[in-house]
């Protein structure tokens, strides 16, 4: 963990307060983020179990702890059944939808990237 006043957290701090790349990136990037937002995106709601099982490489530690973030950020909503056992689901909210072009470009190019550099 940083220590909040090293100067990578005050330069992050300042690009996200003034670059919405910056900003944007800071709430999709790490491995995992992008990976929960575009299952979330191509399922209407998922069980945590089932975002274990599209995403098999992920721990439960890392899962729980980027669903809280994108929680936090507005992005995803966590939906608690009272019931027995306890049911939870998770969806997009509308800023989380709203992100489906830029994903779709990102992975479009990413796609495109990967075959050109295969090729050299």
């Not at 945590?48 to 099982?53: A, F, I, M, N, P």
Request: aromatic share 6%.
């Amino acid at each position: 963990m940083r220590k909040e006043n090293s100067s990578n957290s005050l330069n992050e701090k300042k690009i996200n307060a003034t670059c919405g790349m910056g900003y944007a990136l800071s709430l999709i990037g790490g491995r995992w983020k992008s990976n929960i937002l575009w299952r979330l995106l191509n399922n209407d709601k998922l069980r945590y179990s089932e975002l274990r099982r599209l995403i098999p490489d992920i721990s439960e530690r890392m899962l729980v702890s980027q669903l809280r973030e994108l929680e936090a950020d507005q992005l995803v909503l966590r939906i608690v059944y009272p019931e027995v056992p306890p049911r939870v689901e998770y969806t997009l909210t509308d800023l989380g939808r709203s992100m489906r072009p830029m994903l779709q470009s990102i992975s479009d190019w990413g796609e495109m990237h990967r075959k050109i550099t295969r090729e050299n």
